[in-house]
């Protein structure tokens, strides 16, 4: 099913998703990679607060190429999602709404996603160039000095991704080995 959605967006919302679904994704979503993810997860055992009220929120795992003229953003293809996954359940408990990425999830992430009613959404990898043409405005709000691994916030439009795991736990890529073997 294709559906249209604002972001960031509810418990609620998401429950709504299943696998499969073609989302658009329009709204603020942010960036974070491995060393942002790191950052944030050693500023968690300190005590200290994020960079970002993650509550509802999307964290797409991009670092974006340099921005051509006239353009906020340059390619902003998704990164390989279990390279975060040691940090994901935490922030998942902590609210985090959804991730974008591509690639297979952990059983610990996957645990994290039904506990706390989240999705997993997949970008189409190889597809930067087209993605960045969604995002209408970036701005790093944290961890500068990661370069291309800061946190951006994104401002998209029509963003295309894909529910991979959904709020219940049903995987796409488990479920789509399924029916293609039948």
């Not at 998703?17 to 994704?25: A, C, H, I, Q, W």
């Not at 390279?83 to 952990?106: E, Q």
Request: glycine share 10%.
């Amino acid at each position: 099913m294709e559906k249209h959605m604002k972001v960031p967006m509810t418990k609620k919302e998401a429950a709504g998703l299943k696998s499969g679904d073609y989302v658009y994704l329009t709204g603020t979503i942010y960036t974070a990679r491995d060393a942002a993810h790191k950052r944030m997860d050693e500023a968690l055992d300190r005590g200290e607060d994020l960079p970002l009220d993650i509550k509802n929120q999307i964290i797409y795992y991009m670092g974006p190429s340099p921005a051509r003229e006239g353009r906020p953003i340059g390619s902003a293809g998704p990164t390989t999602a279990s390279r975060m996954d040691r940090y994901t359940p935490r922030l998942l408990d902590l609210g985090l709404g959804a991730m974008i990425g591509k690639g297979k999830r952990t059983q610990e992430v996957m645990d994290a996603i039904v506990r706390n009613g989240c999705v997993y959404f997949a970008a189409v990898g190889g597809a930067g160039a087209l993605l960045s043409k969604c995002i209408k405005k970036s701005e790093v709000i944290a961890y500068d000095d990661l370069g291309t691994e800061a946190i951006r916030r994104l401002e998209v439009e029509d963003f295309p991704v894909i529910v991979v795991i959904d709020s219940r736990g049903n995987n796409l890529y488990e479920t789509a080995i399924r029916e293609y073997r039948k």
